[in-house]
């Protein structure tokens, strides 16, 4: 099974601020890798698919990056309704089971 | 709209059996996967397993494999998770997703169902 780590685990950020999530593989996963925000008490929205394409209705602020192993998710300015939790997915494993990270949450500073 | 609609919070007791569901509407029910995915009290998103309803091609993860049985009645639109025998390890959220291909991301979920195991 492939390991996701995601790193931190809470990040600290005040408004209009800079976010950069990490992601990172324990083995090659290509290109697909996908972000999702969770609120609480919500389900989890796709934000980031194929590493670094948008879902539909995502904002530009949101932006993902890497390859390989190693993954980022970027928020260039933190607005209030992004503080949540972000997970990533690796899909790339078919017929096997998917994966997930653990969760970096991302609060106010 | 792409909507999935899933049944209502569960309170069980361990050994009971239990199945919830999930209904599509908004697309071609047939032509998408329906995956399960758990996430346990204040934990991450764990993947269950998924089914093609246009065949019932159906996938499980290793660890949950012979633990749960994901179903699909294409005549109502619904996929369906259930189990036989209830733990208490099973009380957690349970989120049906959408998902086009095996090889794409889950772009449409439903609210969750959350199942409480207790005696």
């Known amino acids: 099974e492939i390991v996701m780590t995601q790193s931190p685990a809470t990040l600290s950020v005040s408004p209009g601020e800079r976010a950069t999530l990490s992601c990172r593989a324990s083995q090659r996963i290509s290109s697909y890798l996908a972000w999702y925000q969770q609120k609480p008490g919500q389900a989890p929205r796709l934000l980031i698919y194929?590493?670094?394409t948008r879902a539909t209705d995502i904002p530009g602020r949101f932006s993902g990056s890497g390859s390989g192993t190693e993954f980022t998710l970027t928020i260039s300015s933190l607005q209030s309704e992004d503080f949540a939790v972000y997970f990533c997915q690796q899909y790339h494993t078919w017929p096997s089971t998917w994966t997930f990270g653990q969760g970096t949450k991302v609060e106010i500073k | 709209e792409v909507q999935l609609v899933q049944s209502g919070a569960e309170v069980k007791k361990p050994g009971e059996s239990l199945k919830i569901s999930c209904k599509g509407s908004?697309?071609?029910?047939?032509?998408?996967?329906i995956g399960w995915v758990r996430q346990m009290p204040g934990e991450g998103l764990e993947w269950i397993g998924i089914?093609?309803?246009?065949?019932?091609?159906?996938r499980y993860s290793p660890s949950f494999q012979g633990q749960v049985t994901i179903s699909v009645d294409r005549s109502i639109s619904t996929a369906y998770l259930q189990w036989s025998s209830l733990k208490a390890s099973d009380t957690a959220m349970y989120y049906c997703?959408?998902?086009?291909?095996?090889?794409?991301?889950?772009?449409?979920w439903g609210r969750g169902t959350l199942v409480t195991v207790s005696s």
């Open positions: 997703a959408r998902q086009e291909t095996p090889e794409d991301p889950n772009d449409y």
């Open positions: 089914i093609y309803p246009g065949d019932s091609d159906t």
């Open positions: 908004g697309y071609i029910f047939t032509n998408y996967w």
């Open positions: 194929g590493t670094s």
